[in-house]
């Protein structure tokens, strides 16, 4: 069983940056394949980002490549999401999630989910 819990979001004007940070319990942190999916208002998830378990590989949706950049440490059980050049249509909930295949960019792939943090980009 993980646990795991996104924090950083917030309100942020259009050009701006946040960090997101998804912090995870269990001793196995490392064998997890990490991903960041955002979700709209009566939408369904949408793959943002993901990073292998020893942070060697990274995929990013299109939408989001070059703006944003997934890291991890694994010594802290943590994952981040830096977002740089924020638009208003980046506005969603923002939520981790862990899965044991590398490659998946259905949300249903993934086993364990945090609770999701408000990102709004609006001035």
């Known amino acids: 069983q993980m646990q795991m819990v996104e924090s950083g979001g917030g309100l942020v004007a259009p050009g701006g940056s946040l960090r997101l940070s998804c912090a995870a319990s269990?001793?196995?942190?490392?064998?997890?394949?990490i991903g960041w999916f955002r979700q709209f208002p009566g939408k369904e998830r949408e793959f943002v980002a993901a990073?292998?378990?020893?942070?060697?590989?990274?995929e990013y949706a299109d939408s989001v490549k070059g703006r944003f950049t997934i890291s991890r440490e694994n010594a802290k059980n943590t994952v981040y999401l830096q977002m740089n050049s924020l638009k208003p249509e980046d506005t969603a909930v923002y939520s981790c999630?862990?899965?044991?295949?590398?490659?998946?960019?259905?949300?249903?792939?993934?086993?364990?989910w945090g609770q999701g943090t408000q990102v709004t980009v609006s001035s």
């Open positions: 269990g001793r196995t942190f490392s064998v997890y394949h």
């Open positions: 990073i292998s378990g020893g942070g060697g590989r990274t």
């Open positions: 999630a862990a899965a044991l295949q590398w490659g998946r960019r259905n949300w249903m792939s993934y086993d364990y």
